[in-house]
């Protein structure tokens, strides 16, 4: 339901996305400046791009976070499903509101206390049982799995409390086994949540800074740590070219997850419709018939 | 698992996931845990609920009781720098020693207690600007056409999936003594010298304010989307004027998106250190910031794991202030 709004309105939402877009549309121009200077226009180059291509730490860097990205993305969505399953099909369990706690506490943890809380972890078992022995990429997944995981459970369970538990109920009537249920059933429905955990999980492994830092060790230096490394330095258009290489892969990226989940929805709403549908046809509807 | 491992990762990917878990499955630790795991007599149901507990109990709860542990402990020169607690004494007597110190020393020293205040200041204000600026936009985005709806708010999450330092980053370069804002007013002749906004206070509010800005409009639009305008029709049938319809029922109605949205504001704002240090200068002490400093420049580890204790303690406070604002909301209804 739409009402009109005072035409003002429109005018400070759109000053508001500007403000939300200028930073990132003035990475992208100057990215492509032939000037070292990064703020003073000088002539359209792609002399940045060139060198960012040459930069072994930046390219090694970006490497090794996206591995880190994707394991503690996949970790982050089993584990993350698991907890959503659990809170919202178990019912009530011993235990469930500290799970329920437990896997929300890491949305608004300050990274810095995350941070240095697992590294002492990390250190602490170290000394006690010998492993992890030293820091590397193994504890910063490790360290993402955990943090993203509570995002991926908030995804999946939101999903499973809006979908129809119905069907699952008829599978199980029928005689299924709970797990061929989840499976076969479940799983199917909730994929759109699992991808967009997947993608949210993997987004924030990426980004992460904080608290790659402090659960890192030498030679597990991520894309973010190299930035930041770089940027306290001051500016630089290796950067800029980065960070527009980054955002079309991301802008690129979203948009099409997007348009697919929206097809994919609007597909299962209209199968849902038709199944609805065929109810009302005697010839479609064999328990009717007879 | 041995230093060496970290190089071999890629190949233990390449692998598989059958050789990942077989690598996995040869910790001695791990091994010992399947074994444990298999002689129990584990339903599907037990595995589902035990595996993210054991999880979260080992890399998030236990982590706090570490920290809360060597808060209590004496700085060391030594790997790792902090005592141990518990000796077991000559006699066969266990001692226990427990050095509250560190926490007599931040509150001693005033720069840990004016940063505990800055950042709660920043936060508090950042959150109420991000108020300010984001519900006009999200009563807009709710109150547009619904077929623009979607696209609206791809646009208003579209930054947070583009790398939050890198968006930090661009400021420098629009705030900069020599950077694009202060070109472009030079260039206009409305200033002759550059104003300086880098490294002050200034700079950090825009940049927590950049950054939270999707996170207010979020909650926000959700719950004035969700709103019954019917409401508003009935008011203004019987004579009640628009300001005052949104004043009585729009805004109450909304609260609880104004709740979720100021504290996903605030309570990320407390523990920023990416915004302060990149943006910031000497002015601004933020807590996130003195934390980060006390551990790897300091190495100072029982000092930095004091104030992680005395920040967590203020965001467990924050979080019952605001669970208890949010029954109150919801009770109004």
Not at chain 1, 121 to 149: C, D, K, N, Y
Request: with cysteine; glycine share 8%; charged share 10%.
């Amino acid at each position: 339901m739409s009402r009109r709004v005072h035409r003002s309105l429109w005018v400070w939402l759109g000053a508001g996305l500007a403000f939300l877009y200028i930073p990132i549309v003035s990475l992208v121009i100057f990215s492509f400046n032939s000037s070292k200077l990064v703020t003073v226009w000088a002539g359209f180059s792609t002399r940045w791009y060139g060198s960012l291509f040459h930069n072994d730490q930046i390219l090694d860097a970006a490497g090794l976070s996206v591995r880190i990205g994707f394991i503690s993305a996949a970790l982050a969505v089993v584990l993350g499903t698991m907890v959503a399953v659990a809170l919202a099909r178990f019912g009530a369990f011993g235990g469930r509101a500290l799970l329920s706690a437990l896997s929300t506490a890491p949305l608004v943890m300050p990274e810095v206390i995350t941070g240095l809380s697992l590294l002492l972890l990390f250190v602490a078992m170290e000394q006690a049982i010998g492993w992890p022995a030293g820091r590397s990429a193994m504890t910063i997944i490790i360290a993402h799995t955990t943090f993203s995981m509570a995002y991926v459970a908030v995804v999946v369970q939101s999903r499973l409390a809006g979908m129809d538990p119905s069907i699952e109920e008829a599978a199980l009537d029928l005689g299924a086994r709970p797990g061929k249920v989840f499976f076969v059933i479940t799983l199917p429905l909730i994929s759109p949540a699992l991808v967009s955990g997947f993608l949210l999980a993997f987004t924030l492994s990426l980004d992460d800074l904080v608290i790659s830092s402090f659960v890192s060790g030498p030679g597990a230096t991520t894309l973010p740590m190299v930035i930041y490394s770089k940027v306290r330095l001051g500016l630089s258009p290796e950067i800029n070219a980065l960070a527009t290489l980054m955002v079309a892969i991301v802008g690129a990226g979203v948009v099409i997850a997007g348009i697919l989940m929206n097809r994919a929805e609007k597909a299962r709403i209209r199968d849902e419709q038709m199944a609805l549908a065929g109810d009302d046809l005697p010839a479609a509807n064999p328990v009717s018939q007879a | 698992m041995s230093r060496g491992s970290q190089l071999p990762l890629g190949d233990r990917l390449a692998a598989g996931p059958r050789g990942l878990t077989s690598t996995l499955a040869q910790l001695p630790p791990l091994r010992l845990l399947l074994n444990a795991l298999a002689r129990l007599p584990l339903s599907g149901h037990h595995a589902v609920i035990g595996l993210p507990y054991l999880w979260l109990g080992l890399f998030f709860l236990v982590p706090f009781v570490i920290v809360l542990k060597i808060s209590f402990a004496d700085q060391l020169i030594a790997q790792p720098p902090y005592s141990s607690l518990v000796d077991l004494a000559t006699e066969g007597y266990i001692s226990l020693k427990l050095n509250i110190g560190n926490y007599t020393f931040l509150g001693s020293d005033p720069l840990y207690f004016n940063a505990y205040l800055k950042s709660v200041e920043i936060a508090f204000c950042s959150a109420l600007i991000c108020l300010v600026i984001g519900y006009p936009m999200a009563y807009a985005m709710a109150r547009s056409d619904p077929a623009w709806r979607g696209v609206l708010l791809m646009l208003v999450v579209l930054p947070f999936w583009t790398s939050f330092l890198l968006r930090v980053y661009a400021w420098i370069g629009l705030l900069n003594n020599n950077g694009i804002i202060n070109n472009v007013l030079i260039g206009l002749g409305l200033i002759q010298e550059p104003i300086v906004m880098m490294r002050t206070n200034f700079a950090v509010y825009v940049g927590i304010v950049y950054s939270y800005l999707p996170f207010m409009i979020l909650p926000l639009y959700s719950t004035l989307e969700k709103m019954d305008l019917t409401l508003l029709e009935a008011a203004e049938d019987l004579g009640c004027r628009p300001l005052k319809a949104f004043f009585t029922i729009t805004l109450p109605l909304s609260m609880p998106g104004v709740i979720a949205g100021f504290s996903l504001v605030f309570i990320p704002a407390l523990g920023e250190f990416v915004i302060p240090d990149l943006l910031g200068g000497t002015e601004t002490l933020m807590i996130g910031k003195v934390l980060w400093d006390e551990f790897f420049s300091n190495r100072a580890w029982p000092i930095a794991s004091a104030v992680a204790i005395a920040m967590l303690s203020l965001v467990v406070v924050i979080m019952a202030v605001q669970k208890m604002l949010a029954k109150h909301a919801e009770a109004s209804q």
